[in-house]
T-cell receptor, first 113, second 120 residues
């Protein structure tokens, strides 16, 4: 299973763009990169998933370079409610893939006024 | 997105009793579900992979006789903590892998809200 490395914590202010980078040097060919958000005493919430290049949805963007050894989650104009732990994971979601996800330490994002 | 529910959300029990936690995929069928445990200030730790109609696969160090998993249907998996002890107190979270979503969306894992277990 590919291991991921993220910063332990990040601080930001409301209205700023936040970029959280994750490294996954031994990512496998079939692995997808997925980001989750977790609030205290809640299950992780799916944010975004990608395989390569750039993916964008209504809440975030995910940038993946050509070598796929890292990825960057971009949160535009964060608010206080974005204060949470963000996990970067890689896993095989192809048909027949193991789908097992190994959670790293995650990044505690703190947003202040 | 896909919705996964868990019941109960919180349970308090006496030491030595057994507790059953249900995990349901509400709007999709899940051939594979996963059970995690999370201690305070720590990350999620995968306990086992539950496949519909077959025996669960446990991670190293997880006692299969203590944490009984049943995945009897495509929308329900249960985790039973047998003879619970205070050290089993934790936050238990399930997830379900989507295969296809009728409304479209991403094939990935969706997590339930978690169950807080406190063993006295």
């Amino acid at each position: 299973l590919a291991k991921t490395t993220q910063p332990i914590s990040m601080d930001s202010y409301e209205g700023q763009e936040v970029n959280i980078t994750c490294s996954h040097n031994n990512i496998a060919t079939n692995d997808y990169i997925t980001w989750y958000q977790q609030f205290p005493s809640q299950g992780p919430r799916f944010i975004i998933q990608g395989y390569k290049t750039k993916v964008t949805n209504e809440v975030a963007s995910l940038f993946i370079p050509a070598d796929r050894k890292s990825s960057t989650l971009s949160l535009p104009r964060v608010s206080l409610s974005d204060t949470a732990v963000y996990y970067c994971l890689v896993g095989d979601f192809t048909t027949g893939g193991g789908n097992k996800l190994t959670f790293g330490t995650g990044t505690q994002l703190k947003v202040e006024l | 997105g896909a919705v996964v529910s868990q019941h109960p959300s919180r349970v308090i029990c006496k030491s030595g009793t057994s507790v059953k936690i249900e995990c349901r995929s509400l709007d999709f069928q899940a051939t594979t579900m996963f059970w995690y445990r999370q201690f305070p200030k720590q990350s999620l730790m995968l306990m086992a992979t539950s496949n519909e109609g077959s025996k669960a696969t446990y991670e190293q160090g997880v006692e299969k006789d203590k944490f009984l998993i049943n995945h009897a249907s495509l929308t329900l998996s249960t985790l039973t903590v047998t003879s619970a002890h205070p050290e089993d107190s934790s936050f238990y979270i399930c997830s379900a892998r989507t295969v296809t979503l009728p409304s479209g969306g991403q094939e990935t894992q969706y997590f339930g809200p978690g169950t807080r277990l406190l063993v006295l």
